[in-house]
């Protein structure tokens, strides 16, 4: 791992990680969003295009859409074109210096490129190679693409949605399989970054979609198929019933969890039913409720309906039954908790304007992350992380001549 001393300072617990981030669109980017937020730099690798969602929603026209902003920040951007040899070379040159390498392209695909595992260890043994993929390389669905809606098909989201609400298949309406192997594709670096700081050695991991995402889904409901032979069927009845929804009140919507037997019980004495505890054989533990869940459910729905939101939260003991209003998206940006935290901050983006962000979500007593870089137009760094590889001026120049490589107007501006 490159010490702070070669590197500019920078707050966080992976300041000194380089990471080249040669991934796009959702997975890959919300993956290194996590590394370059907690304050790895960063360099986001991109085609001369760019990346396909800079020109998603409002702003798009600018290859600043509100998806590319919400995924990219405090990363540089370089571009270049890796069907040019010349830019592959200046690909392999800064890989001499980085820490991992991240990509979500096939991996057949990077060795025609000349940029796999085995042409950048050549040049940096010390190198993790992080290949988030559809699937694992080893079976028939290696070379198939995979996207979030075919992910989430593919591990039977949208059947279970389907089983639980009574209606047809749908897929969950967040890029929830982008988005979970995103994240543990960062668990897997870092400890991959930890390997190598005990042996010396760099690796390359492969992390695939298909094969993170089943544990997500059988961890719930492979149920009573995971003891050999069988002993019942598939789903954690508790999560399949209809009546596992926010509940109606008189004015809105809340989440009300009666789960543990104090909860059933204080629950019960509050709507003035609490002798059912002891007359009533579905309540008599977690076994016999699981089983008559969805009867018991119902009770509580038809309860919730009878009195408003406030009142169910002034009459159930507080903190000791989970309950709280359902937010819309809308009352989500107004919520007290979050305003007391500052969690959504507005920032000056210099070429948008004003623009809403979330913060980092964790917080640290040592080394805490702050924000280094504005999500940054296309090519804007490619000159300074050329230099910083050891190019000259001249050479910068003849590579961008070439088109192997492409600045923006704003690289002058670009800095720390």
Partial sequence: MNTPSARKPSAGPLNGVRVLDLTTVFMGPSCTQLLADLGADVIKIEAPGGDSTRSIGPSGDQGLG???LGLNRNKRSVVIDLKKPEGVAALLRMAEDADVFATNVRPAAMRRLGVGYEQLSARNPRIIY???VGFSQRGPYAGKAAFDDMIQAA????AVVAESSGDIPRYLPITIADRSVGLYAFGVICAALHARNQTGAGQSVDIPMFETMIPYVLGDH??????VPPKGDFSYPRLMTRNRRPYRTKDGYVCCLIYTDRHWALFLEAVGKGDLMKTDPRLANISTRTQAIDELYQLVSDELETRTTAEWRKLLPENEIPIFPMHTLDSLLEDEHLAATGFFQETE???????????????WSGTPPRQRYPVPVLGEHTAQVLEEAGYSASEIEALMASGAVRGSARAGQAGD
């Fill in 155 to 158: 591990t039977g989201l949208p």
């Fill in 66 to 68: 509100p998806l590319f």
């Fill in 349 to 363: 983006h210099p070429v948008v304007g004003r623009i809403l962000e979330t913060s980092v979500p964790s917080e």
């Fill in 130 to 132: 992080a290949s988030m």
């Fill in 222 to 227: 492979l149920y009573g198929r995971t003891f």
